[in-house]
């Protein structure tokens, strides 16, 4: 039997930060050698909510040197452009028809996003699931590792495809593969830098909330030394009454590669004045290596443009053969 296959993908909607390579990137490299894995920027998401035309190339290119650069691994894995693969755009029209409307109003991130849009949310806003349903369905994936906050869209992935296959299909042979998240405990929701009840997020205004991928040791510093704490003394875990100790204390953990226990003996007398210089170094020193990548590839843009371009191939020539068999169940005629 074959390797199972993975599909994921990150918007460019701006700078990546931990709460992207954490939640879903670095799970995606660590798990890569056991998959088929196809990974995807994916920038026909980052157009329903307002773009700006003059950097959406330029920060396409960025997040796919940022796969390279965090460690994805081309012998494995398969990196592509969303929008260089138009079955995705048809496939989500196909998914649409079929899609109850009230679904889609269910949606957490629908209503979240929508509230701080007011009177200019798009219908693309309200169909971000059905396109990331076609994403994933498409590569007849089996697994989709993701963020905690995109396990609802998972299970709507899910609830299209069985709707599809019920409608469509038969018992022995389904039109669409059910995909599984994969979401691990540790990192699966960063929190903001300035309030540990908030998930880190690219859309946020405030650059202070979030560490970037690509900060310099000096933001790094400046944002840690303001970041939220509380006044009291000796940093622990799991207190619900103190989030962002809790968030802070766990970037330390995943970021210095120690174990859960060990940080939390290590910090449970320290202070804020010790903890926070101690997080900085680790960040820096952690990214370091991503960012040293970052700028090699970044520096060879025919390199990139040639592993979008063999990402290309790869993609269609799978989600070409899913699309035609949906267009086929639901009664098409194919051109011949
Ligand atoms: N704070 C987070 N903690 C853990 N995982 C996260 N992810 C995002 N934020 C966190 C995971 O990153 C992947 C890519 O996300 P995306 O770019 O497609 O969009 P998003 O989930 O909407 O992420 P952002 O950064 O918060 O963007 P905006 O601000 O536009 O909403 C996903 O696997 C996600 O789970």
Redesign the pocket.
């Known amino acids: 039997m074959g390797k199972q296959r993975v599909l994921?993908?990150?918007?460019?909607?701006?700078n990546?930060?931990?709460?992207?390579?954490?939640?879903?990137?670095r799970n995606w490299v660590e798990a890569q050698s056991q998959y088929d894995n196809f990974f995807c920027v994916?920038d026909l998401?980052a157009i329903t909510?307002p773009h700006n035309p003059a950097t959406l190339k330029s920060d396409t290119y960025k997040i796919a040197a940022l796969y390279l650069a965090c460690g994805i691994d081309l012998e494995y894995s398969t990196i592509f452009v969303q929008s260089h693969v138009s079955a995705h755009s048809e496939l989500t029209w196909l998914l649409n028809c079929i899609t109850p409307l009230n679904w889609l109003e269910r949606m957490i991130?629908f209503k979240e996003?929508a509230i701080k849009q007011g009177e200019n949310v798009s219908v693309g806003l309200l169909d971000y699931p059905v396109l990331m349903a076609a994403d994933i369905l498409l590569y007849d994936a089996d697994k989709v590792?993701?963020?905690?906050?995109?396990k609802q869209h998972l299970e709507l992935t899910r609830d299209i495809a069985v709707r599809i296959n019920d409608q469509f299909g038969n018992p022995e042979k389904p039109v669409l593969k059910l995909p599984e998240p994969i979401i691990r405990k540790e990192?699966?929701?960063?929190?903001?830098l300035t309030d540990g009840t908030k998930?880190?997020?690219?859309?946020?205004p405030s650059e202070m909330s979030?560490l970037n991928l690509l900060d310099s040791p000096e933001e790094i510093q400046k944002k840690i030394k303001r970041c939220k704490t509380d006044p009291l003394k000796g940093l622990e875990f799991d207190n619900p009454q103190r989030p962002e100790c809790n968030n802070l204390l766990t970037l330390y953990t995943l970021l210095s590669d120690k174990k859960k226990e060990e940080v939390a003996l290590e910090c449970q007398d320290m202070g804020w004045g010790q903890f926070k210089p101690l997080l900085t170094e680790t960040a820096i020193t952690a990214l370091k290596p991503i960012q040293t990548k970052y700028q090699q590839v970044m520096q060879d843009k025919g390199y990139l443009e040639s592993v979008l371009r063999e990402g290309r191939q790869q993609a269609e020539a799978i989600a070409n053969e899913t699309l035609a068999r949906v267009k086929k169940a639901l009664g098409y005629s194919l051109p011949s």
């Open positions: 994921s993908g990150v918007q460019p909607t701006g990546l930060h931990l709460g992207n390579y954490l939640g879903a990137i994916v998401h909510v991130q996003k590792p993701v963020g905690e906050d995109q990192g699966a929701r960063v929190m903001s998930k880190m997020s690219k859309s946020e979030r």
